[in-house]
């Protein structure tokens, strides 16, 4: 799950300077759940916009347009009212924004209507949580389940730091340490014979960007 959030309303506007009729991309994946643009928040932008005195001639909710083929199947039926637009206003991470530039067809101006903020999970809470970096190095199968890469603000990958107290991350007081998560955890499972594996400094090179794979 991408997490975002929208950017503010000035920006926006003035990102669409001088751009009378706008076209509208949601997200029907993640930021859906995010509540940053899926059907609801695209049609409240259409309002807001209106409001401001723009146009909107149409809008599309792909269910999720950082995947090619779907973005192009909406853009498809909506292709009347993209060719009407001035400029096309995506509320979607920044993958999506970039699949709609790249699938769009078309020389008009595409703006961001989101900032992409982590790689996060749904809570129980409905809390989006930052639980994974992307390392490219996963360790979790010796952690517990728990990232520390993700999870510990210093990104230790062989026990707490000695700043952690009764449990809580010197960084922020009201947050657990990842380290005593992990413990606890494996302790938990009876396998604490793991913490004594010593693991090595993250290989960056796994993470170089940017990265390609070719699905077979």
């Known amino acids: 799950m991408i997490i ?13 300077k001088g751009q009378t009729k706008v076209f509208i991309v949601g997200c029907g994946e993640c930021s859906a759940t995010c509540k940053t643009g899926g059907e609801e928040e695209v049609k409240k932008m259409k309002g807001v916009l209106e409001h401001a005195g723009k146009k909107v001639t149409g809008y599309c909710v792909p269910s999720a347009p950082c995947i090619a083929a779907k973005v192009k199947l909406d853009f498809a039926k909506n292709r009347k009212a993209i060719e009407a637009s001035d400029a096309v206003l995506v509320l979607a991470c920044g993958l999506g924004i970039q699949s709609v530039n790249e699938n769009l067809r078309s020389d008009k101006p595409v703006h961001v209507g989101c900032d992409t903020l982590f790689m996060g999970q749904v809570g129980a809470d409905n809390a989006l949580l930052e639980r994974c970096a992307a390392c490219g190095n996963c360790v979790l199968e010796f952690t517990g389940m728990i990232c520390p890469v993700a999870r510990c603000p210093k990104g230790l990958l062989n026990g707490p730091c000695g700043g952690q107290d009764k449990g809580k991350c010197e960084i922020d007081r009201d947050k657990d340490c990842a380290w005593i998560l992990i413990y606890n955890n494996l302790k938990k499972k009876n396998k604490l014979h793991l913490l004594k594996r010593i693991k090595p400094p993250i290989d960056h090179s796994k993470s ?6 070719t699905l077979s």
């Open 4 to 16: 975002t959030k929208q950017k503010e309303l000035q920006d926006i506007l003035e990102a669409l």
């Open 208 to 213: 170089l960007r940017p990265r390609r794979i």
